[in-house]
């Protein structure tokens, strides 16, 4: 079970609920635009230089319909996708602008343009200040290069291969403006995307806002509109997913243009004051490649004193993909995933990284450097215990392991395959995991198995009422 494979992308969570919507508006006056939006830039020749060769497969080089996007070309128009209502919405006639952010590896010509021209035909020209483009050592250089032709567009090349996280940091860097937005480089922003979130970090600079995530079709580049009442979650094996908003909050929710709280962030789109960015430690530069960071920056962010939020009224497209189109240096995805998980468990979980190598036993074994920085960051900053993130944040999130609904036989089979790594004990009468000990809930037939702090005198902990 425990294969390389369980750390691939897990199938469909992280892919949001969608809507399918109907009718295109066309895009008006565009190309007397065209011009002064791309200055010198030779979009024809810059898309017709890297085209899929007839017979190579589409799929192969990115793992989404290669031919599909290059049909579409630099730009296309997209649906409104916004509620009815985000449209009267009004914001500050002076918002501050923004570095825009994107860090690629190997991006196929026609996603990286088009996320570039949507940042430029979709946003206010005075509030984009720049996009930086950091080109993570890509095989062509030119892909990054020539783009920089296009005025606002700045590009970056790694001497090596450094990851999405480093990359981050170093487009950060070199920012020039006071806010950053990150984007992926397979994106098309939305009306008004950007507005809403500047802004509320202009309001209060501890937010850190994300869109909401539309999805673009890896098959046939289709725009989909996705659910309005998701928000990002996970389970202890640190893998996100997309969850419905708890139900006490959506009846609470009177105005669908209100920001939704959510717990962590899916990762590569958000906006974030510059200088709390660098104040709180930008992200955990010892994190290679891919994955974590996402779990880092969330934790970090709300113990530390600030906020996540999505907002209804902002909508940017991602082609969610179903695995990695780039290899990973150590050969696969699950080296960089466990360590850089495991990194942000040992910093920021506290007790609670127990249930994190409950559910991820081998990342027991994986060697994960340093993390005294991050400790002392963490220490310096004065953040709160992972206890209140669980208590005030999250507490949706069940301490209950996956055994929960199992009972017998089938419960002990489960423990010894999956959490052979743990030290369980059994120690009559309790069946003990550090101070945690297995206990049901009720007595009464089909009752679940839940994990309690350890206490000899009561009877739903005993082995006997377990194991019946
Ligand atoms: C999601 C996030 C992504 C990141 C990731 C966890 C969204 C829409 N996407 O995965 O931003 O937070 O979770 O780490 O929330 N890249 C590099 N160098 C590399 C590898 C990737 O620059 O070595 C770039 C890549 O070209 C892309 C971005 O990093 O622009 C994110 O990578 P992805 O698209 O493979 O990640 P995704 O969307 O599956
Ligand atoms: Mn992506």
């Known amino acids: 079970m425990m294969n390389s494979l369980f750390w691939e992308k897990q199938p469909n969570h992280h892919i949001p609920r969608f809507q399918p919507l109907f009718g295109m508006k066309t895009l ?67 918002l501050p602008s923004t570095s825009i952010i994107i860090t690629f590896h190997n991006e196929a010509r ?66 020039s403006a006071s806010i950053l937005t990150f984007l992926d480089s397979h994106c098309e922003v939305n009306t008004d995307w950007l507005q809403p979130m500047i802004q509320r970090v202009k309001e209060d600079h501890t937010r850190v806002v994300s869109p909401i995530i539309d999805v673009i079709s890896l098959d046939n580049f289709a725009y ?30 009177s105005d669908p243009t209100q920001p939704i709280r959510t717990p962590v962030i899916a990762g590569g789109i958000f906006v974030m004051d510059r200088s709390w960015f660098n104040r709180l430690g930008q992200y955990d530069t010892r994190m290679d490649i891919w994955g974590g960071e996402n779990f880092e920056l969330s934790f970090r962010v709300w113990m530390c004193g600030g906020s996540l939020e999505i907002l209804p009224c902002s909508r940017v497209g991602h082609v969610f993909r179903k695995r990695h189109p780039y290899d990973f240096p150590e050969g696969n995805a699950g080296c ?30 994986k060697v994960y450097g340093s993390i005294t920085d991050r400790v002392a960051l963490r220490k310096r900053l004065n953040c709160k215990p992972f206890r209140w993130y669980m208590e005030n944040v999250y507490p949706e999130l069940r301490y209950e392991p996956p055994w929960k609904s199992l009972n017998g036989s ?19 009468p309790l ?26 005198k009561e009877a739903r902990q005993v082995r006997t009422s377990v194991f019946t």
């Open 224 to 253: 989909l509109a996705a659910s309005a009442d998701l928000r990002g979650g996970f389970d202890w094996s640190l893998h996100f997913k997309w969850e419905q908003i708890p139900i006490e909050q959506k009846m609470a929710r």
């Open 410 to 428: 089938a419960l002990l089979e489960t423990l010894t395959i999956f959490y052979n790594f743990q030290r369980w004990e059994l120690i009559e």
């Open 28 to 94: 008006k006056g565009r190309t007397e635009q065209q011009g002064k939006l791309l200055g010198s830039f030779d979009e024809k020749d810059y898309l017709s230089r890297k085209l899929l060769k007839p017979g190579d497969d589409p799929y192969r080089d990115h793992a989404f319909n290669v031919q599909e996007s290059d049909r579409l070309g630099g730009e296309r128009a997209i649906r409104d996708t916004r509620h009815y209502r985000c449209a009267s919405m009004s914001y500050d006639a002076e």
């Open 336 to 365: 960089c995933v466990c360590r850089n998980t495991r990194r942000a468990a040992e910093v920021w979980m506290d007790e609670y990284k127990q249930y994190y190598y409950s559910a991820r036993p081998s990342a027991q074994g």
């Open 110 to 175: 026609s996603t990286l343009l088009r996320t570039v021209k949507s940042v430029l035909m979709r946003s206010p020209p005075s509030l984009v200040q720049e996009i930086i483009l950091i080109d993570d050592f890509s095989s062509d250089p030119e892909d990054c290069q020539l783009l920089a032709q296009i005025p606002k567009v700045r590009c970056l090349r790694n001497v090596r291969r450094e990851g999405l996280i480093r990359s981050r940091v170093r487009g950060a860097n070199a920012a």
């Open 431 to 456: 069946i003990r995991q550090q101070d945690l000990c297995l206990a049901i809930s009720a007595f009464a037939p089909g009752s679940k198995v839940k994990m309690e702090p350890c206490n000899t």
